[in-house]
């Protein structure tokens, strides 16, 4: 066989790939043969008395076809979505009051009336504002499904789309989700790590890791000045914060006993002869993130929005709580067993300060607008875990006033505040309180 036979083939039809590939993938093609393809599309049977080919009601068609291969098989089960006039109004919707939500508004999404966007992106928009306008769950959902099998046909078809789109903006947003999905779940951070973004920082141009590591490592701070900052930057490292927080309870911080953060001994882990355990090195990590959260006040506390406030004091709650996780198992929270890792919860106390920053996220997720505005991502976590660490200090806790007296009511603020959340998690979150107020004490206060 020839060399020019041979490169004239198909990739997927010779035994080994060559190192043009990847080059001759990403050309576009020659006009004549774009006008050939659409020609051989319209004088296939399948075509006969369409109308036309480019439409997103892929259910007329796909129903009476089942014979699809990869990827048009992921469009075999395309759920129904609304009608354009219905999806045009979402849109105008989610230009309106969703697009102000962090990193939303850096997407490049153009005006409503414009159909230049992308297919699966308009449904995404779709999906959110749905939510926003408290539509039936079913359409949201729908919609996110709609989007997802869409983006993943295009992707496979004609990658274009992926490289004329700013990535920053996705990336920032798929790891907030990511993040969020990890502390729902109680799993650990899986998409991406601190270490390997890299990009610019949204509002200032210069470099993630640069700013980051400043944070850590106390290193030029004070020459970032609220001019160039912007409220998606305190967002962003907020961000790298947690997900630094949930690798290091995730990897080594399980292996450390944890003691009562009021009780805990001060120890001088600088100390080049103290031995390595996982103990005093989650000791010593949590202790550098702690000065990074410090710094971040004193860079964002002034421009930041109750709403980041909120991620703000999670932080500190988080670091100041390794139970927190556990709390969702012990209350039974998405049918986990309600007798998980009861004892060891009953074996020491939940901090005076935790408590404290539990109020303060509640405080601060009652302080956001809430008129045209939709609720940060974020806020529904974060408020419903620390209804948790208040729910188990009334609990479990210790007073040292005999006539003390909790009540599971103490929970009702966090419940209404859930309940003025639109996110679909808010539902069950706000179950499960309405549970606990209901039952009996678990423990006394001695």
């Known amino acids: 066989m020839s060399s020019q036979s041979h490169e004239s083939r198909w990739p997927g039809e010779r035994e080994n790939p060559t190192r043009h590939d990847v080059a001759v993938a990403n050309e576009l093609p020659a006009p004549s043969f774009l006008s050939n393809f659409k020609t051989a599309l319209a004088a296939s049977p399948e075509a006969a008395d369409c109308q036309t080919l480019m439409h997103t009601d892929l259910n007329a068609y796909v129903s009476a076809q089942q014979t699809f291969t990869y990827p048009m098989a992921l469009l075999s089960d395309f759920p129904a979505i609304p009608t354009p006039a219905e999806l045009h109004g979402l849109r105008e919707t989610f230009a ?74 996705f990336v920032w947003f798929l790891w907030l989700v990511d993040i969020l999905y990890g502390l729902h779940s109680d799993l650990a951070v899986s998409s991406f790590s601190s270490r390997e973004i890299w990009t610019k920082m949204p509002s200032s141009g210069s470099e993630f890791q640069e700013i980051y590591n400043a944070f850590l490592e106390d290193k030029g701070t004070h020459s970032i000045t609220s001019a160039s900052l912007s409220q ?135 302080a956001r607008p809430k008129s045209d505005l939709l609720c940060p991502l974020w806020l529904p976590i974060f408020v419903f875990h620390a209804s948790l660490v208040v729910w188990a200090k009334q ?17 009702l603020p966090f419940k209404v505040e859930l309940e003025g959340m639109p996110w679909p998690c808010c539902k069950e979150m706000t179950e499960t309180l309405v549970r606990l107020m209901a039952a009996p004490r678990l423990g006394g206060n001695t």
């Open 395 to 411: 609990q479990f806790g210790t007073t040292q006033d005999p006539n003390g007296y909790g009540s599971n009511r103490i929970l």
């Open 232 to 366: 998606d930057d305190a967002v962003l490292v907020l961000m790298a914060i947690l997900s630094d927080l949930l690798y290091i309870r995730r990897s080594i911080g399980q292996h450390a006993h944890h003691t009562d953060p009021a009780k805990k001994m001060v120890r001088n882990f600088h100390n080049p002869f103290v031995p390595l355990s996982p103990h005093t090195e989650t000791y010593r990590m949590e202790n550098i993130i702690s000065s990074a959260i410090d710094r971040w006040y004193s860079t964002f506390n002034t421009l930041s929005s109750p709403g980041i406030m909120a991620f703000y004091h999670y932080c500190r709650l988080y670091l100041s709580c390794p139970q927190i996780l556990v709390l969702p198992h012990i209350v039974g929270y998405r049918g986990a067993d309600s007798d998980t890792d009861l004892g060891s919860l009953t074996a020491r106390t939940i901090s005076d300060q935790s408590v404290q920053h539990a109020w303060r996220i509640l405080d601060d997720a009652a």
């Open 96 to 169: 309106k009051c969703c697009g102000s939500h962090v990193f939303l508004g850096r997407l490049p999404f153009p005006q409503p009336s414009r159909e230049s966007v992308v297919p699966p992106l308009r449904l995404a928009t779709a999906c959110i504002a749905s939510l926003y306008a408290g539509n039936a769950p079913s359409e949201a959902r729908d919609l996110f499904l709609a989007g997802g099998k869409l983006w993943a046909v295009m992707m496979e078809v004609d990658n274009r789309e992926s490289r004329s789109l700013d990535s920053g903006a």
